[in-house]
């Protein structure tokens, strides 16, 4: 039995210990707003936050995330988080969406660590993240509008 901190509620699961968190979070818990691109770590489709850090769900075995706070796309509510999904809305960033649950988790996470990021540093924040779709003149804009946002809140 592994018990997992899952958006602020902690959840026993009955499954084995090197099992990737994706699975669990998508087949145990039924929460499939985290999605899976390539189950490698490389392209950021399966991003959740780890003690607010963006984290690749595919390889990231529930035995090594027990104790941590995580936090998934269904219920994460922040001032960043609501300044990037409207920006996302505004600049229309969404083509085929695949990708954008893992591509707003990392904007968030930027976001609610520095405010007012330089292209180069919403670069480095998300270039763990890939766009099939190659939206990333649109998703660089929606961050920095977001950071806009943000700082008219201060």
Same mark, same amino acid.
């Given at each position: 039995m592994i018990s997992l &901190? $899952?958006?602020? &509620?902690?959840?026993?699961l009955d499954i084995a210990p090197d099992t990737p968190l994706l699975w669990a979070l998508r087949d145990h818990l039924n929460m499939t707003g985290t999605k899976l691109g390539c189950g490698m770590a490389l392209c950021g489709a399966c991003t959740v936050h780890m003690n607010g850090t963006p984290v690749r769900s595919c390889s990231l075995p529930v035995s090594a995330v027990a104790g941590a706070d995580i936090q998934t796309i269904e219920t994460i509510n922040s001032p960043a988080f609501n300044a990037v999904q409207q920006a996302w809305r505004d600049l229309d960033v969404v083509q085929c969406g695949y990708c954008q649950s893992g591509q707003i988790m990392s904007a968030t996470a930027l976001l609610q660590t520095n %405010?007012?990021?330089?292209?180069e540093q919403i670069d480095a924040a998300m270039s763990g %993240?890939?766009? #099939?779709? *190659?939206t990333y !003149? #649109?998703? #660089? *804009? *929606? $961050? !920095?509008q977001a950071a806009d946002q943000l700082g008219e809140k201060v």
């Amino acid at each position: 039995m592994i018990s997992l &901190k $899952i958006n602020g &509620k902690v959840q026993q699961l009955d499954i084995a210990p090197d099992t990737p968190l994706l699975w669990a979070l998508r087949d145990h818990l039924n929460m499939t707003g985290t999605k899976l691109g390539c189950g490698m770590a490389l392209c950021g489709a399966c991003t959740v936050h780890m003690n607010g850090t963006p984290v690749r769900s595919c390889s990231l075995p529930v035995s090594a995330v027990a104790g941590a706070d995580i936090q998934t796309i269904e219920t994460i509510n922040s001032p960043a988080f609501n300044a990037v999904q409207q920006a996302w809305r505004d600049l229309d960033v969404v083509q085929c969406g695949y990708c954008q649950s893992g591509q707003i988790m990392s904007a968030t996470a930027l976001l609610q660590t520095n %405010n007012n990021p330089t292209d180069e540093q919403i670069d480095a924040a998300m270039s763990g %993240n890939l766009c #099939r779709c *190659a939206t990333y !003149h #649109r998703i #660089r *804009a *929606a $961050i !920095h509008q977001a950071a806009d946002q943000l700082g008219e809140k201060v």
